[in-house]
């Protein structure tokens, strides 16, 4: 590695050319490296991972000159908020991937060598992905669907938990609720009233009271997040919702990877590689052929895998799709694998014509 400036020659020279930031994110301190674009290293240090520790970071990089690109690991977890304020600041974010193993089996592993990785990588033009902007309508619905998510886990746990316990309940307690729907039992239940004497039946309906109040708190939570979603999925792109099998859920989904700022995206075909959709070449020598991509959002693949199942149930169009290909000697999966395909097309020109450009540059 090239040995860092001095800081003697850092307050003696004169840093006029445009430098590149690299930062190496973590949960309390970011590590950041500056280097030339010819690939010299300037310096590096360590950030607080707050408000006042980006303004501190961004000050000190500007220190050596014109700071109009950075690579940032993280940009959706620990470097998230660090992503933003470079982004507000004019500084054009790449996202960067952690060095190779290769790499760092030759020339160990610290945080600093991770940052100076991250810049030269930019540099290269190895890194070359814009990170999601997770300032608009497509980061309130994450936040929406990981609350909502978490909730039907729970709710469905309770729920086994509850039937558990009835398994091994006294005879007369089963054969009273026997039969009814988990709707009813769960109401049943909620109205048990704990009784003063500390024996097993007792603990079992106090129980059971307990699961069934929380799964009743969990279906609330859950009806009030649908509602949030299916609120900000109309504000944002309704017509998504007009496509046939479409509904909220999918349609938050596929926002979120899309992301705020879905121009990062090239081309429809960009999308469709990053929900998974796009055919993967495997040909060699005489053998010409394709697999299916098993890379990319596996949320937004699963959504779009939801909508063709419905469509081939439901949707004359495609079932008569379904049935001209399978004629052409075309398997299943296949077909299923054109038609999302097809299905993300149309979903990508949705989404771009609405969700507006930035107003401000915020990538080179």
């Keep these: 590695m090239t040995a860092p400036v001095t800081p003697q020659a850092r307050n003696s020279e004169q840093f006029a050319e445009p430098v590149i930031l690299g930062v190496d994110t973590h949960k309390d301190v970011h590590v950041a490296a500056v280097v030339t674009e010819g690939g010299r290293l300037l310096d590096s240090g360590g950030f607080p991972a707050s408000a006042v520790g980006y303004d501190e970071l961004l000050a000190w990089a500007r220190d050596f000159g014109p700071v109009l690109r950075a690579g940032v690991e993280g940009t959706g977890s620990y470097g998230a908020g660090l992503c933003r304020h470079l982004r507000a600041a004019g500084v054009a974010v790449t996202e960067v991937n952690r060095p190779d193993r290769a790499l760092r089996r030759r020339h160990g592993k610290s945080d600093a060598v991770d940052a100076e990785a991250a810049a030269r990588s930019v540099i290269s033009g190895r890194a070359t992905t814009v990170p999601k902007a997770g300032d608009g309508a497509a980061e309130m619905l994450r936040l929406f669907k ?15 938990q509850l039937k558990s316990v009835l398994i091994s309940a006294d005879p007369a307690l089963r054969e009273h609720l026997a039969g009814l729907s988990t709707t009813a039992l769960v109401s ?6 704990p009784i003063p004497r500390a024996d097993v039946d007792n603990a079992v309906q106090y129980t059971l009271r307990l699961l069934a109040r929380r799964i009743q708190h969990l279906t609330e939570e859950i009806r009030s997040l649908e509602k949030h979603l299916t609120a900000q999925v109309n504000d944002t792109a309704p017509e998504l919702l007009q496509l046939f099998g479409v509904g909220q859920d999918s349609a938050a989904t596929l926002l979120i990877a899309a992301g705020d700022n879905p121009e990062r995206l090239a081309s429809e075909a ?3 590689a990053l929900c998974g959709t796009s055919p993967v070449e495997m040909s060699s020598g005489k053998t010409q052929r394709r697999r299916l991509n098993r890379g990319g959002n596996r949320q937004a693949n699963a959504a779009l895998f939801r909508v063709i199942l419905t469509r081939l149930r439901c949707h004359d169009s495609t079932r008569d799709y379904l049935a001209r290909r399978t004629a052409q000697g075309r398997t299943k999966r296949e077909i299923i694998r054109c038609l999302k395909r097809y299905l993300a097309r149309a979903i990508y020109k949705i989404i771009r014509s609405s969700i507006p450009l930035p107003t401000t540059a915020t990538a080179a």
Aim: net charge positive.
């Design 188 to 193: 049943q239940c909620a109205q048990f009233e």
């Design 270 to 272: 960009s999308f469709a």
């Design 146 to 160: 990981l609350a909502k998510d978490s909730a039907v886990k729970s709710r469905t746990q309770a729920i086994n």
